[in-house]
């Protein structure tokens, strides 16, 4: 773009004389003033405010910067030159015009480790509108080890994590997606995502705990409020379904049927899912029995995990080998003894189970006690 170049009081009088309304010429103005005086931080912020308002809805970023912002851009702290470039770089006519730009202060943001997360941030974002995967994870990867060195959560985090979980969805890789979009969400206010923004965010989470591979546990996402915005509305039955794979509920499953096989990715891993759910309706089984009656029958699983019997040992070995229950198989019995299942956050109808066996415990250990003392009673002499 050919930009004709100005001195900064110049060019500030210039705009300010042809404001389109007295409250712009007013901005231009209280920006030379500052800029006379040489007050940086005020202007800065000035800077920051006055780019972010609609007088540059229809261009101008890049003018402002070549005329204005670039003649005292060293007087800023790197953070604030980076963020106002990511805003200017927004106006570049295409990525590549966007990543030159952005490459031009890497020596400035290299100064401060906020300054360059939030940079190549960026760069790796358009490195994926490109289409350029190898050369976005690679500058994502520069930024996990400076990442260890931030105090406390930042929204370096947030800028890092939301372009690592977009990198991830380009790729399919839904666990990892999962990991990082979960991370992202936890360093943002939810109430500044647009509310499109948090349902499309919630619908992927949910496809991408699903598919998962090796994410038995959907606690951090059924516990988060994203998820409100799926409620009462047409995407509920996702809701519903998340629910069924956390309680391993496969009549749930089936009677959703009609609604994710409508999602291609869904349908295109039905087996995918039918396994997982498998799974899971296994861990609740050996969760919802007494710690005396955890000898499992082949038939009982196959019942509920709805395998056919010669896939019984199969199913339980692969829990057993994913660390989601702990155990021995007796094959000339055809009984499974798992006495541990996979710690999980727990539903309503789960917790009300827990709750039956904790009053069950209790009764236990009351008969057993007057038992003793019945049996003992020298024991209990005052």
Not at 51 to 62: H, R
Not at 245 to 255: A, I, P
């Amino acid at each position: 773009v050919s930009l004709s170049v100005f001195s900064g009081m110049e060019y500030l009088v210039q705009q300010a004389a042809a404001a389109s309304s007295p409250e712009v010429a007013q901005k231009w103005t209280e920006l030379e003033d500052t800029f006379r005086r040489k007050l940086w931080h005020q202007l800065t912020q000035q800077t920051k405010d006055f780019i972010a308002s609609p007088t540059f809805e229809s261009g101008g970023l890049f003018e402002l910067y070549e005329n204005f912002i670039k003649q005292w851009q060293d007087k800023m702290n790197p953070l604030s030159l980076v963020e106002i470039l990511l805003v200017v770089v927004k106006q570049a006519p295409d990525p590549d015009r966007a990543i030159e730009f952005l490459e031009g202060f890497k020596a400035k943001a290299e100064k401060d480790d906020q300054a360059a997360i939030c940079l190549t941030s960026a760069l790796a974002e358009m490195y994926l509108q490109k289409g350029d995967l190898a050369t976005a994870k690679t500058l994502l990867e520069t930024n996990e080890s400076m990442l260890e060195q931030l105090d406390g959560v930042t929204p370096m985090h947030a800028h890092h994590y939301r372009v690592s979980a977009h990198l991830y969805q380009i790729q399919a890789n839904f666990k990892d997606f999962y990991t990082e979009a979960l991370r992202y969400l936890g360093c943002v206010d939810l109430k500044e995502l647009p509310l499109e923004e948090q349902a499309q965010r919630a619908n992927d989470l949910c496809i991408a705990a699903i598919l998962a591979e090796r994410v038995y546990n959907f606690g951090e996402l059924l516990s988060h409020p994203v998820l409100d915005v799926l409620r009462d509305t047409q995407k509920q039955w996702l809701v519903d379904l998340l629910y069924a794979f956390n309680s391993g509920d496969l009549k749930k499953f089936e009677s959703l049927r009609k609604e994710w096989s409508q999602l291609a990715d869904l349908a295109g891993a039905e087996a995918v899912m039918l396994q997982k759910i498998q799974l899971l309706s296994l861990m609740e089984l050996v969760f919802c029995a007494p710690a005396h009656a955890r000898e499992l029958a082949f038939a009982r699983i196959s019942e509920v995990a709805q395998v056919e019997a010669k896939q019984v040992e199969w199913l339980v070995m692969k829990a057993l080998s994913l660390g989601l229950v702990k155990g021995t198989i007796d094959e000339v019995a055809q009984t499974a003894s798992l006495h541990w299942v996979q710690p999980r956050v727990l539903d309503i109808k789960q917790i009300a189970t827990m709750r039956q066996k904790m009053e069950g415990w209790c009764k236990t250990v009351g008969e057993t006690a007057k038992m003793v003392e019945s049996q003992t009673p020298e024991l209990f002499v005052e």
